[in-house]
T-cell receptor, first 115, second 111 residues
Framework: EPEVTQTPSHQVTQMGQEVILRCVPI?????FYWYRQILGQKVEFLVSFYNNEISEKSEIFDDQFSVERPDGSNFTLKIRSTKLEDSAMYFC?????????????FGPGTRLTVT | DAKTTQPTSMDCAEGRAANLPCNHSTISGNEYVYWYRQIHSQGPQYIIHGLKNNETNEMASLIITEDRKSSTLILPHATLRDTAVYYC????????????FGAGTRLAVHP
Protein backbone atom coordinates (compact mmCIF):
# COMPACT_ATOMS: atom_id res chain seq x y z
CA GLU A 1 0.00 0.00 0.00
CA PRO A 2 1.48 3.38 -0.97
CA GLU A 3 2.36 5.67 1.91
CA VAL A 4 3.74 9.09 2.68
CA THR A 5 7.23 9.00 4.11
CA GLN A 6 9.07 11.65 6.10
CA THR A 7 12.67 12.21 7.09
CA PRO A 8 14.17 12.58 9.57
CA SER A 9 11.97 11.06 12.23
CA HIS A 10 13.55 13.30 14.84
CA GLN A 11 15.50 16.52 14.36
CA VAL A 12 17.21 18.41 17.12
CA THR A 13 18.44 21.90 16.35
CA GLN A 14 19.58 25.01 18.13
CA MET A 15 17.51 28.15 18.17
CA GLY A 16 18.26 30.33 15.16
CA GLN A 17 19.35 27.47 12.94
CA GLU A 18 17.71 26.52 9.67
CA VAL A 19 16.02 23.15 9.30
CA ILE A 20 14.60 21.33 6.32
CA LEU A 21 12.00 18.65 6.83
CA ARG A 22 11.52 16.24 3.97
CA CYS A 23 8.53 14.35 2.71
CA VAL A 24 7.88 11.95 -0.14
CA PRO A 25 4.16 12.09 -0.98
CA ILE A 26 2.24 9.25 -2.59
CA UNK A 27 3.36 9.11 -6.20
CA UNK A 28 0.13 9.94 -8.05
CA UNK A 29 -0.94 12.65 -5.61
CA UNK A 30 -0.75 16.27 -6.63
CA UNK A 31 -1.84 18.16 -3.50
CA PHE A 32 0.61 18.39 -0.65
CA TYR A 33 0.25 19.73 2.87
CA TRP A 34 2.13 20.42 6.04
CA TYR A 35 0.52 20.30 9.45
CA ARG A 36 2.06 20.59 12.87
CA GLN A 37 1.13 19.45 16.35
CA ILE A 38 2.64 21.01 19.41
CA LEU A 39 2.81 18.50 22.25
CA GLY A 40 -0.60 18.07 23.84
CA GLN A 41 -2.33 20.36 21.36
CA LYS A 42 -4.45 20.01 18.23
CA VAL A 43 -3.15 19.22 14.78
CA GLU A 44 -2.86 22.57 12.97
CA PHE A 45 -2.82 23.27 9.24
CA LEU A 46 0.23 25.13 7.99
CA VAL A 47 0.18 25.16 4.20
CA SER A 48 -1.15 23.47 1.09
CA PHE A 49 0.72 23.26 -2.21
CA TYR A 50 -0.32 22.45 -5.75
CA ASN A 51 1.23 22.92 -9.16
CA ASN A 52 4.37 24.40 -7.62
CA GLU A 53 2.47 27.09 -5.80
CA ILE A 54 1.11 27.62 -2.33
CA SER A 55 -2.66 27.18 -2.47
CA GLU A 56 -3.39 28.27 1.06
CA LYS A 57 -1.44 29.06 4.19
CA SER A 58 -2.35 29.66 7.79
CA GLU A 59 -1.30 32.58 9.94
CA ILE A 60 1.29 30.31 11.50
CA PHE A 61 3.06 30.02 8.16
CA ASP A 62 4.95 33.30 8.29
CA ASP A 63 8.07 34.44 6.44
CA GLN A 64 10.23 32.04 8.43
CA PHE A 65 8.58 29.12 6.65
CA SER A 66 8.85 28.05 3.04
CA VAL A 67 7.92 24.99 1.03
CA GLU A 68 9.37 23.55 -2.11
CA ARG A 69 9.03 20.62 -4.45
CA PRO A 70 12.64 20.44 -5.58
CA ASP A 71 12.14 17.39 -7.79
CA GLY A 72 9.44 14.98 -8.87
CA SER A 73 9.22 13.16 -5.59
CA ASN A 74 10.22 15.31 -2.61
CA PHE A 75 8.26 18.01 -0.82
CA THR A 76 10.12 20.05 1.78
CA LEU A 77 9.35 22.44 4.61
CA LYS A 78 12.09 24.88 5.55
CA ILE A 79 12.21 26.90 8.72
CA ARG A 80 14.82 29.61 8.27
CA SER A 81 15.56 30.59 11.86
CA THR A 82 14.04 28.24 14.34
CA LYS A 83 12.48 29.38 17.59
CA LEU A 84 11.77 27.43 20.74
CA GLU A 85 8.06 27.55 19.93
CA ASP A 86 8.66 25.73 16.64
CA SER A 87 9.22 22.54 18.62
CA ALA A 88 6.45 20.22 17.47
CA MET A 89 5.57 17.21 15.38
CA TYR A 90 5.39 18.14 11.72
CA PHE A 91 3.20 16.03 9.47
CA CYS A 92 3.23 15.96 5.71
CA UNK A 93 0.10 14.85 3.85
CA UNK A 94 -0.91 14.34 0.25
CA UNK A 95 -4.09 13.80 -1.71
CA UNK A 96 -5.31 13.35 -5.24
CA UNK A 97 -6.19 16.41 -7.25
CA UNK A 98 -9.68 17.34 -8.34
CA UNK A 99 -13.03 18.26 -6.91
CA UNK A 100 -13.83 14.86 -5.46
CA UNK A 101 -13.92 14.16 -1.71
CA UNK A 102 -10.33 12.97 -1.75
CA UNK A 103 -8.93 11.99 1.57
CA UNK A 104 -5.53 13.13 2.75
CA UNK A 105 -2.89 10.60 3.68
CA PHE A 106 -0.44 11.55 6.39
CA GLY A 107 3.16 10.62 6.96
CA PRO A 108 4.52 9.43 10.31
CA GLY A 109 5.82 12.88 11.19
CA THR A 110 9.09 14.55 12.09
CA ARG A 111 9.59 15.49 15.70
CA LEU A 112 11.42 18.83 15.75
CA THR A 113 13.08 19.83 18.98
CA VAL A 114 14.53 23.34 19.20
CA THR A 115 16.92 23.92 22.07
CA ASP B 1 -12.36 26.56 14.42
CA ALA B 2 -13.63 23.02 14.12
CA LYS B 3 -17.33 22.80 13.26
CA THR B 4 -17.92 19.56 15.09
CA THR B 5 -18.56 18.54 18.68
CA GLN B 6 -17.32 15.24 20.08
CA PRO B 7 -17.16 13.78 23.57
CA THR B 8 -13.77 14.22 25.15
CA SER B 9 -13.28 10.56 25.97
CA MET B 10 -14.93 7.16 25.74
CA ASP B 11 -14.21 3.64 26.92
CA CYS B 12 -14.91 0.39 25.17
CA ALA B 13 -14.33 -3.25 26.03
CA GLU B 14 -12.21 -5.26 23.65
CA GLY B 15 -14.33 -7.17 21.16
CA ARG B 16 -17.34 -4.93 21.60
CA ALA B 17 -18.53 -2.28 19.17
CA ALA B 18 -17.28 1.23 19.72
CA ASN B 19 -19.80 3.90 18.75
CA LEU B 20 -18.29 7.36 18.52
CA PRO B 21 -20.77 10.23 18.10
CA CYS B 22 -20.21 13.56 16.40
CA ASN B 23 -22.44 16.61 16.15
CA HIS B 24 -22.13 18.86 13.12
CA SER B 25 -25.34 20.84 13.25
CA THR B 26 -24.06 23.64 10.99
CA ILE B 27 -22.91 21.34 8.18
CA SER B 28 -23.49 22.70 4.68
CA GLY B 29 -24.96 20.75 1.83
CA ASN B 30 -21.62 20.40 0.06
CA GLU B 31 -19.63 19.33 3.12
CA TYR B 32 -18.57 15.78 3.72
CA VAL B 33 -18.02 14.14 7.10
CA TYR B 34 -14.55 12.65 7.49
CA TRP B 35 -13.15 10.54 10.29
CA TYR B 36 -9.49 10.26 11.10
CA ARG B 37 -7.68 8.80 14.06
CA GLN B 38 -4.32 9.39 15.66
CA ILE B 39 -2.61 6.65 17.57
CA HIS B 40 -0.26 8.15 20.14
CA SER B 41 1.83 10.75 18.25
CA GLN B 42 1.67 9.09 14.87
CA GLY B 43 0.33 10.82 11.79
CA PRO B 44 -3.46 11.01 11.52
CA GLN B 45 -4.91 8.02 9.75
CA TYR B 46 -7.88 8.29 7.40
CA ILE B 47 -10.77 6.03 8.37
CA ILE B 48 -13.86 6.83 6.31
CA HIS B 49 -15.95 9.64 4.89
CA GLY B 50 -19.54 10.20 3.75
CA LEU B 51 -21.94 12.79 2.44
CA LYS B 52 -25.41 11.58 3.38
CA ASN B 53 -25.57 7.84 2.89
CA ASN B 54 -24.21 5.36 5.38
CA GLU B 55 -20.79 4.06 4.46
CA THR B 56 -18.80 0.97 5.36
CA ASN B 57 -15.24 -0.07 4.67
CA GLU B 58 -12.81 -2.57 6.11
CA MET B 59 -12.10 -0.35 9.08
CA ALA B 60 -15.44 1.05 10.17
CA SER B 61 -18.99 2.09 9.40
CA LEU B 62 -20.28 5.63 9.26
CA ILE B 63 -23.91 6.36 10.06
CA ILE B 64 -25.13 9.84 9.13
CA THR B 65 -28.53 11.03 10.33
CA GLU B 66 -31.08 11.99 7.74
CA ASP B 67 -30.80 15.69 8.59
CA ARG B 68 -26.99 15.33 8.45
CA LYS B 69 -26.58 17.16 11.73
CA SER B 70 -24.84 14.29 13.43
CA SER B 71 -23.03 11.05 12.68
CA THR B 72 -21.65 7.99 14.40
CA LEU B 73 -18.49 6.12 13.65
CA ILE B 74 -18.77 2.44 14.46
CA LEU B 75 -15.80 0.16 15.03
CA PRO B 76 -17.62 -3.20 15.02
CA HIS B 77 -15.14 -5.23 17.06
CA ALA B 78 -12.76 -2.93 18.88
CA THR B 79 -9.25 -4.15 19.65
CA LEU B 80 -6.57 -2.74 21.91
CA ARG B 81 -4.91 -1.31 18.81
CA ASP B 82 -7.95 0.88 18.22
CA THR B 83 -7.04 2.94 21.27
CA ALA B 84 -6.52 6.40 19.75
CA VAL B 85 -7.90 9.91 19.39
CA TYR B 86 -10.70 9.97 16.83
CA TYR B 87 -11.42 13.12 14.89
CA CYS B 88 -14.67 13.98 13.15
CA UNK B 89 -14.11 16.68 10.51
CA UNK B 90 -16.48 18.35 8.08
CA UNK B 91 -14.93 19.55 4.87
CA UNK B 92 -15.99 20.69 1.45
CA UNK B 93 -15.14 18.26 -1.32
CA UNK B 94 -11.93 18.95 -3.16
CA UNK B 95 -8.41 17.66 -2.69
CA UNK B 96 -7.14 21.16 -2.05
CA UNK B 97 -9.19 21.77 1.06
CA UNK B 98 -7.41 21.67 4.38
CA UNK B 99 -8.50 19.59 7.33
CA UNK B 100 -9.40 21.45 10.50
CA PHE B 101 -8.83 19.24 13.51
CA GLY B 102 -10.62 19.66 16.79
CA ALA B 103 -9.71 17.97 20.05
CA GLY B 104 -11.38 14.69 19.03
CA THR B 105 -12.53 11.80 21.21
CA ARG B 106 -9.95 9.82 23.11
CA LEU B 107 -11.09 6.20 22.86
CA ALA B 108 -9.63 3.74 25.33
CA VAL B 109 -10.19 0.07 24.53
CA HIS B 110 -9.61 -2.13 27.55
CA PRO B 111 -9.34 -5.91 27.95
Amino acid sequence: EPEVTQTPSHQVTQMGQEVILRCVPISNHLYFYWYRQILGQKVEFLVSFYNNEISEKSEIFDDQFSVERPDGSNFTLKIRSTKLEDSAMYFCASSEAGSGPYEQYFGPGTRLTVT
Amino acid sequence: DAKTTQPTSMDCAEGRAANLPCNHSTISGNEYVYWYRQIHSQGPQYIIHGLKNNETNEMASLIITEDRKSSTLILPHATLRDTAVYYCIVRVSGGYNKLIFGAGTRLAVHP
